[in-house]
């Protein structure tokens, strides 16, 4: 069987999304009164979906977040990707040296890969 397609995970192989993403996370929630740490976070959001992180931040708050939560948290997190996001060290040197087709895969939404 020939290989010809190369199918790349965006989190983790060519940008490391997920500390910043936590980081913005964390500093949003305190702003609700949950104090998290940065591991903290990390280990219990890393992977997972969205509504699932709602439901522990709302469970841990005992109360519900507002309805925009979700979208302001997005907003936020969409700017320090702007501001702050890089490759993964080596990604670009490695890409390059691939001949052939390549794509990205991600369970984030698609805005986040643009």
């Known amino acids: 069987m020939q290989t010809e397609l190369i199918i790349f995970d965006c ?4 940008v ?10 964390v500093e949003f929630v305190a ?6 740490k940065l591991e903290e ?4 959001f890393k992977g997972c ?4 992180c709602v439901a522990v931040i709302e469970q841990r708050l005992g109360k519900k977040m507002p ?22 060290e080596g990604i670009e040197a490695a890409l ?4 052939l087709p390549i794509c990205v895969a991600s369970n984030g939404p698609p805005e986040k890969l643009s």
Not at 16 to 25: A, F, M, P, T, W
Not at 71 to 78: C, P
Not at 96 to 99: H, Q, S, W
């Open 16 to 25: 490391d999304s997920e500390g910043l993403g936590n980081r913005v996370l």
């Open 67 to 88: 309805p925009d939560f979700v979208t302001q948290l997005r907003i936020r997190t969409a700017e320090a990707f702007e501001r702050e996001l890089r490759p993964v």
């Open 96 to 99: 390059d040296k691939i001949n």
């Open 41 to 44: 976070a990390i280990l219990l």
């Open 49 to 52: 979906k969205m509504a699932d």
């Open 31 to 36: 702003e609700f009164g949950l104090a998290m």
């Open 11 to 14: 989190d983790g192989v060519l």
